[in-house]
């Protein structure tokens, strides 16, 4: 899957300036990723997907993003849920107490992402952003499943996938919040609100719900298993965008490389300079996203683990940025004109420390970690 990650990057490429100035989602490019089989990418094999674990899943992010950061982040969401549901092992589910009705639930919405099947996150809200402790959208119990109200917002893909994670709070127990996925249809209406600074593809509209679902949409088939899936992966959370954003990053030094070859600019020295600076920032936010990635399959949920998450989406943001913005002035003002690849991945890139959790959260909470504090509960605001 690298490999035909690797072999999709430059046709996506091909593709980004023109959904990024029109704002469009783009749609060939999941057609593309179907076709390939990307949607089955965290799904075990057993149920017919590619059975990958993190580290691969972060390469192919990567890789993608050195062709259109867009498409690659809109592919995490998907990613992100079918990786939660594929990392929940029967022993995990035994120590949960999770009922067979839910795992059997897990197997059938894994298998539909195999089968080509794609899904969306709507999880953040207005006032709210991604904490979870603030979520205003609730559900109620009725006859056979559950009614969920409310609105999102920063939906990516919002109208194009096939169904949604939504997190809401139960009306009964405020303190019981949890994800459902909601085939997308009828209660679900999407408004469009995306016209952003960068990332504009990915259509991450907001989305408002008024729907009704079977029992069976409750992931995990128990009540008030989203904060507690946080804290056991908050690799899905945290740091699966990092491998989104070094490959951002990765994008903006080949560009400036194309451009002041083209230009004839290579040898002056404070070009240069800035090409090796640049080389070593984004080789290094990739090495701690690797590192990452390795012991979120080998040790997921440990506190090291954990710390190399959070180092990893810290990096990962600001190395982005400061890359992105670093190769904009090295080739020069002529990349500043729009339609330029510098000056697209100079806006998609300024996306990634913004993105939860941000770069001032991850490094307070690094800070407090390293101060021996407890970084998940020592915050002057909940982290969910």
């Not at 089989?37 to 094999?45: A, I, N, T």
């Not at 009922?99 to 894994?110: G, I, N, T, V």
Request: proline share 4%; hydrophobic share 45%.
């Amino acid at each position: 899957m690298i490999d035909e990650a690797r072999r999709l990057a430059p046709r996506f490429a091909a593709r980004a300036a023109a959904t990024d100035r029109d704002g469009t989602f783009p749609a060939d490019d999941f057609a593309d990723l179907r076709d390939a089989g990307f949607f089955g990418l965290m799904v075990p094999s057993r149920l017919g997907g590619a059975g990958a674990g993190f580290a691969e899943y972060a390469e192919v992010a990567y890789e993608l993003a050195r062709g259109n950061g867009a498409t690659a982040l809109v592919f995490n969401m998907h990613a992100s849920v079918t990786g939660a549901l594929g990392g929940i092992s029967d022993g995990l589910a035994d120590a949960l107490g999770l009922p067979a009705e839910a795992l059997e639930a897990r197997d059938e919405h894994l298998k539909a992402a195999a089968g080509g099947s794609w899904y969306a996150v709507a999880m953040s809200e207005r006032g709210a952003g991604s904490r979870l402790s603030r979520l205003t959208t609730s559900y109620t119990a009725v006859d056979g499943g559950y009614r969920i109200t409310g609105s999102k917002t920063f939906c990516s893909g919002a109208g194009h996938a096939d169904a949604y994670l939504v997190a809401a709070r139960s009306a009964a127990d405020p303190t019981q919040v949890s994800q459902f996925l909601v085939p997308a249809g009828d209660g679900l209406r999407v408004e469009q609100t995306w016209d952003s600074l960068g990332m504009r593809a990915t259509g991450s509209h907001d989305l408002h719900i008024d729907a009704t679902v079977p029992a069976s949409a409750l992931l995990g088939g128990m009540e008030g298993l989203a904060l507690v899936a946080v804290q056991l992966a908050p690799h899905w959370m945290v740091a699966s965008y990092a491998a989104v954003y070094v490959g951002v990053a990765r994008a903006a030094v080949d560009a400036a490389v194309a451009t002041l070859n083209e230009r004839g600019l290579g040898h002056l020295p404070a070009v240069r300079a800035r090409i090796g600076r640049a080389d070593a920032a984004v080789a290094a936010a990739q090495l701690a996203v690797r590192e990452a990635a390795r012991r979120v399959d080998e040790a997921p949920g440990e506190p090291e683990t954990n710390r190399w998450v959070w180092r990893a989406k810290l990096l990962a943001g600001t190395t982005a940025a400061e890359v992105a913005a670093s190769m904009l002035e090295a080739a020069g003002t002529s990349a500043m004109r729009r339609g330029h690849p510098l000056e697209r991945l100079y806006r998609d890139a300024r996306a990634g420390s913004l993105q939860p959790a941000t770069s001032d959260v991850c490094a307070d909470w690094l800070g407090i970690d390293a101060l021996g504090g407890d970084p998940d509960s020592d915050g002057v605001a909940p982290r969910w």
